[in-house]
């Protein structure tokens, strides 16, 4: 069977605490993504994986409490665990700019990679606490917020036991995430003391990759990349998405192209034979003692890739105008 993993980083914005919105706003929006034609956030998610027997990983960024308190923590993290799935660790250190007291003495950066071992070890542990204390379960896996990681956000996620890492996503390495993973690697490999599950893809192009992202995947792009890692016998496929996702990106109304790719995708894992929902704590540590797999992904299909350009192209026009009723 291939574990199928459907990430959720859930994250208020903090480019909307920023321009001054409030907490409560904050969470209305980038949460619950409610519009005035519905919510379409972590609630309206996990009913249609409910709907189609799936799990949810949801990477939960605790990192705001440090400016709004920890109280908004616990009904999120309540709801998620209460239905069955999973919250594990997210973090964007942006947050540190607004923070009242810090860990690390005031030092700020953009992603948790831009910090020393010993500052990520700080970091790493007092938002683990911060979830745990929450009542998540003892946190499994982590994912940096813009994907922005080290080799020392590895090592620290060691030294705290966080065992699983899903920060690597390969149209990052080089940029934002600076860990030294083979930009081919497909299945978990050790790496500085923890597993590394990688984000999923395909080749859209000779030599290219296009992450398995809700918004950055067709349902034909992703319906290929699933079914090729099942004929393959691929231990995991990893998708992202982000709670308010489903939303334009000024998040005042509902894309309905992003919310059916992400309606489709359930569709397809439901009925798609050797495919079994999962989370991080459903993975056996075993997984990443075989050989490496290297390079096999769903090869480029230029109909499919053209198809998709246009499809992003006609969703931008329909969705992201503000005139645009929703």
């Known amino acids: 069977m291939t574990a199928l993993l459907i990430t959720v980083d859930t994250e208020l914005s903090a480019s909307l605490h920023q321009r001054g919105l409030s907490l409560e706003e904050n969470l209305r929006r980038s949460i619950h993504a409610e519009t005035g034609a519905g919510a379409y956030g972590i609630g309206w998610q996990m009913d249609l994986l409910d709907r189609h027997g799936l799990k949810g990983v949801f990477f939960l960024d605790p990192l705001p409490a440090l400016v709004h308190g920890a109280d908004f ?112 690697q497909i299945g978990p490999q050790r790496l500085h003391g923890v597993i590394e599950l990688p984000v999923s893809g395909i080749a859209d192009r000779p030599g290219g990759f296009r992450p398995a992202q809700i918004c950055a995947m067709s349902a034909a792009e992703m319906r290929a990349g699933l079914r090729h890692a099942v004929r393959n016998g691929h231990d995991a496929f990893v998708v992202v998405t982000h709670s308010f996702e489903m939303l334009s990106r000024d998040r005042a109304r509902p894309n309905r192209a992003v919310i059916g790719r992400f309606a489709r995708l359930c569709q397809e894992a439901a009925r798609l034979p050797g495919v079994e929902g999962a989370g991080f704590r459903d993975l056996s540590p075993a997984l990443a003692d075989g050989p490496a797999r290297l390079l096999d992904r769903a090869a480029p299909s230029r109909l499919r890739t053209g198809l998709r350009m246009a499809q992003q192209a006609w969703a931008t026009w329909r969705y992201e105008r503000r005139l645009v009723p929703a």
């Open 73 to 184: 923590l616990t009904p999120i993290v309540g709801e998620i665990v209460g239905r069955g799935h999973e919250v594990q660790l997210h973090i964007h250190t942006e947050w540190l700019a607004w923070a009242r007291e810090t860990p690390v003495e005031g030092r700020q950066g953009r992603n948790i990679g831009d910090f020393s071992l010993a500052d990520q070890v700080a970091l790493l542990g007092l938002a683990r606490r911060l979830l745990e204390d929450a009542g998540a379960p003892p946190i499994r896996a982590f994912r940096a917020g813009n994907f922005g990681a080290s080799d020392d956000t590895l090592r620290a996620l060691a030294q705290i036991g966080i065992a699983w890492d899903s920060s690597v996503n390969p149209a990052y390495l080089g940029g934002a995430c600076r860990i030294a993973a083979d930009r081919g």
